[in-house]
């Protein structure tokens, strides 16, 4: 049976297209109200970074940073299923600057992040919810991980409930929102 789920980049140079959602039984897809908080809140920083999309899902929050001019989107999936949906989204579009990557966000993200990248990188973190089977201690996990990472602006997108922390090695929280059961926290790079 054919997946009927989609979501649409809603703004930039692919305005319209439509991405097919992988199955919600193994990811869950961003509201749009969260999308578009996210890409009002980072308008003056999109044009020219690296996108980096961990836990990538349809890769919809990488594809709408490269309509929107980000010079690279990289989107990173594990499931093999989902994975399958983005590369196909990805290969729908058909730009080269739109990366979809197969395997454990925890090694993925570094080897992107340390490959002589020169751009401003925005991580845009977006993991199953801890309340999910086999997802206890996620967020530590993720914790740990972007305290290695040397990048410019971080996205959380978590459950309500978790407490964000304030500070993430040279990160610093400096907004948060909430949408229901779904919260934003920005961070950047602490000035010295």
């Known amino acids: ?46 044009y020219n970074s690296v996108f980096i999309e961990l836990f990538g899902g349809s890769g919809l929050m990488a594809a709408t940073a490269v ?12 499931d093999k299923l989902a994975f399958n949906s983005l590369k196909s989204n990805y290969d729908k579009i058909g730009d080269s600057d739109l990366i979809a990557l197969y395997g454990d966000t925890f090694k993925l993200t570094p080897k992107i992040v340390d490959g002589n990248i020169t751009q401003k990188i925005i ?6 919810f801890d ?9 530590d996990r993720i914790y740990e991980l972007l305290a290695k990472l040397k990048v410019d602006i971080v996205v959380i997108e978590h459950i309500s409930s978790h407490n964000a922390l304030d500070k993430i090695g040279e990160l610093a929280l400096y907004k948060s929102r909430k949408f229901g059961n779904t919260s934003l926290s920005y961070y950047t790079k602490c000035i010295s």
């Open 131 to 139: 309340i999910r089977d086999g997802f206890d201690g996620i967020y």
């Open 123 to 128: 991580l845009y973190v977006d993991p199953p």
């Open 67 to 78: 309509s929107n001019y980000a010079k690279k989107g990289y989107a990173i999936e594990l």
């Open 1 to 46: 049976m054919k997946n009927n789920l989609f979501a649409t980049i809603s703004s930039g140079k692919y305005k319209g297209k439509r991405l097919n959602l992988p199955s919600l039984a193994t990811t869950r897809s961003t509201k749009s109200i969260v999308k578009e908080s996210v890409f009002n809140s980072l308008q003056n920083d999109i």
